[in-house]
């Protein structure tokens, strides 16, 4: 077990993403074993698509460790074992851009493969979805939302603005009938609260009958700058784009400016993204200008295409 994951009480489990913590043995060796891989074709899919991720190596860790534990209580099951209730119901705590999103619909499609939802599709909302304008709306935008999420994921972004009117808001409400869903359909669907992490442990403050509802708990740090340019060449190469020496350069430096001082509205893979689509249009402008079509050309981000004052 990891010293960063602890496990409290039976199905408890706290997880932090630390990037720099020493790399995993190999997902083969570590787990399952080459010639046995055919069995696990879920595990097999999902690695792919975690492996298209940047840094994260303890989510990829946990994310094997729900699968053997489904994996196994299936094998108990067939042997007339006790089965410990799986309760998947989440919450992921991070910044901005820093992949919730992301890995909230690779875990959908994780689930698909494994039986453990029946479509697998990922539902996201927030305050505005769920919570209504008079007695009754609120419980009804709620359960409208949740038969929508049923056999996927509902992923309720900024969970803590439920909270934010106090006791006549409406927030409440809306939080009251998720849980009583949950209680319901316990296997239906998989809901995830997310947000900012300060205003996520504040809101379970207020709230302490939710904690134990969510028994997965990931944090998802802010990338470092190595991670955030790993994350840009990924994206351009999957654009089929590539940097100069001196493009590459120059956002490097304007990573470590803006990492070293960040303001609370960075938004970390986001903000590569859209870098990146900006420098996709300046470059578009330059070969017009230069009347180049070229292959090398249209492949090329300038430094100069990179608007990152
Ligand atoms: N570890 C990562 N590797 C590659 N791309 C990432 C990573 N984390 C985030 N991104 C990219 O950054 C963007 C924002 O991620 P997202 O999942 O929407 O973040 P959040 O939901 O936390 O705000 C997406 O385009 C996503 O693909
Ligand atoms: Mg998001």
């Known amino acids: 077990m990891h010293d960063s994951m ?31 891989l055919d069995k696990h074709l879920p595990l097999k899919k999902v690695e792919k698509e ?14 094997k460790e729900i699968y053997a534990w489904l994996y196994v209580n299936k094998c108990r099951e067939e042997q007339n074992l006790k089965v410990e209730k799986q309760v998947l119901h989440m919450m992921f705590k991070g910044n901005p851009g820093t992949g919730k999103t992301t890995v909230a619909r690779l875990l959908g499609h994780l689930f698909y493969e494994m039986n453990v939802l029946s479509k697998g599709h990922l539902i996201e909302a927030e305050r505005a979805d769920l919570v209504g304008e008079y007695i009754g709306h609120t419980a009804q935008k709620t359960r409208d939302l949740i038969k929508r999420a049923i056999g996927g994921i ?3 972004d900024e969970a803590y603005s439920l ?19 949950m209680e319901d359909q ?8 997310a947000g900012y992490s300060n205003e996520m442990d504040k809101f379970l403050r207020l709230n302490p009958g939710l904690p134990s509802r969510f028994p997965i708990k990931i944090t998802f740090p802010d990338y470092k700058v190595d991670e955030l340019m790993e994350i840009a060449r990924k994206m351009i190469t999957e654009r089929q784009y590539m940097f100069t020496k001196e493009s590459e350069w120059k956002l490097r430096q304007h990573l470590q400016k803006i990492c070293a001082n960040p303001e609370k509205s960075f938004s970390n893979g986001r903000y590569i993204r859209n870098v990146i689509e900006k420098a996709v249009r300046k470059q578009s402008v330059r070969l017009l200008r230069e009347d180049r079509n070229d292959r090398k050309a249209l492949m090329t981000i300038e430094a100069d295409d990179l608007q990152v004052e």
Do not use: C, P, Y
């Open 163 to 181: 909270a934010r009117g106090g006791e006549k808001d409406f927030g409440k409400e809306a939080i009251d009938t998720l849980v009583k869903a």
């Open 50 to 63: 975690l492996s298209a991720l940047v840094g994260m190596e303890e989510l990829k860790q946990i994310v």
């Open 6 to 36: 602890t496990v409290k009480n039976k199905t408890q489990i706290n997880i932090v993403l630390n990037q720099q913590k020493e790399k995993l043995k190999t997902e083969s060796a570590l787990f399952v074993k080459e010639e046995k």
């Open 154 to 156: 509902l992923f309720i």
């Open 186 to 193: 316990q296997h239906d669907f998989i809901l995830i609260l």
